[in-house]
């Protein structure tokens, strides 16, 4: 969080709301940050989302008296500085080649999903986007791990699971007792160093991206790419800490699995979040549903990439994500 300019809360405001046509004399009501909110947003958005802006006006009115006094502005400057200096980053989860064709593709899952169909529509977000950064994910287990069905006879069960070694079949779900933990079986898939864990070979790969692969330890589920090393860090966090990214865009496989993981995580981290609705495929089309809504309700965007691009090449906002960051920093 940025600090008071040589430790005055109003000069550090002014010195933020000199940059809009606001006038940062006299009081800052709720008529003066709509009109700061009309030039950045656009009238279009603040008409749609009247509601978000009052609600966000009344996160920074901490007493509720209407006005935004020295250190309310301050929080309030603190959030329009994260609104107008965005670092966009682009989050690609996990299109990799047995999501896609192998062992584990989508489309044998028998919900009618193509995860194939996203692939186009990723690279066209890469030609034309103009990204701070992009960033792969990779699952890359180990042979024995702990998700696998054909590894299912590696453990013991717990007594409380209703699935027993038995009568288990892949996609059913099993209590493990050491370590105790409720797991979907899946398929073998993205074994570390083989086909099926590279990316799919029509992805587009920018020079200047990153990786990171997750699902390396063999008792572990990991299914967000903001998986926590041995050390409590997460790879991905480190990433984004390191070049200051707050608005993080999220495409891939799958949509009701490791993308809505990776966005719960990321909202709960308080960045700015959309999901990519068409550059993504799930599972289960009833879990995407939910996962959609899930995700609008805890404060992100869901949008198509048109629309993303909008906000990455042409400087537009949404008020939907930056509602999410007004919360996080007011609290």
């Known amino acids: ?114 995860g194939l169909e996203i692939i186009e529509p990723i690279n066209r977000l890469l030609r034309d986007g103009r990204w701070d950064k992009v960033i792969y994910s990779q699952d890359w287990h180990p042979e024995n791990h702990i998700s696998f069905f054909d590894n299912l006879a590696m453990r013991e069960l717990h007594p409380e699971s209703k699935i027993t070694k038995e009568t288990a079949k892949p996609f059913d779900t099993v209590v493990f007792s050491k370590p105790y933990l409720k797991q979907i079986l899946w398929p073998t898939h993205c074994v570390m160093n083989t086909w099926g864990a590279e990316l799919h070979k029509d992805l587009l790969i920018l020079p200047s991206s990153e990786r990171v692969r997750k699902g390396q330890h063999p008792d572990k589920e990991s299914y967000s790419v903001f998986e926590k090393d041995a050390d409590g860090s997460s790879e991905l966090e480190k990433i984004l800490l390191a070049i200051g990214g707050t608005h993080l865009y999220v495409c891939g496989v799958a949509y009701d699995v490791c993308v809505k993981t990776t966005c719960l995580d990321g909202l709960q981290m308080g960045y700015q979040l959309a999901v990519i609705d068409d550059c993504c495929r799930g599972v289960k089309p009833d879990d995407v549903t939910a996962t959609k809504k899930l995700i609008i309700e805890t404060g992100g965007l869901v949008a198509c990439s048109n629309r993303i691009l909008s906000l990455i090449n042409e400087g537009k906002r949404s008020l939907e994500m930056a509602h999410h960051a007004a919360k996080v920093i007011s609290r």
């Open 1 to 114: 969080m940025a600090r008071p300019v040589n430790g005055d809360p109003s000069l550090f405001s002014d010195a933020i709301l000199s940059k809009f046509d606001v006038q940062t004399k006299g009081i800052f009501n709720y008529e003066k940050f709509r009109m700061f909110c009309v030039q950045v947003f656009g009238t279009d958005e603040v008409e749609r989302h009247e509601w978000r802006v009052r609600e966000i006006f009344k996160l920074f009115d901490a007493n509720a008296d209407g006005i935004l006094n020295d250190q309310e502005l301050y929080r309030c400057c603190n959030w329009i500085r994260a609104v107008t200096n965005p670092v966009h980053v682009l989050l690609i989860v996990d299109v990799q080649n047995d999501f896609i064709d192998g062992t584990l593709a989508l489309r044998k899952c028998g919900y009618g999903q193509e």
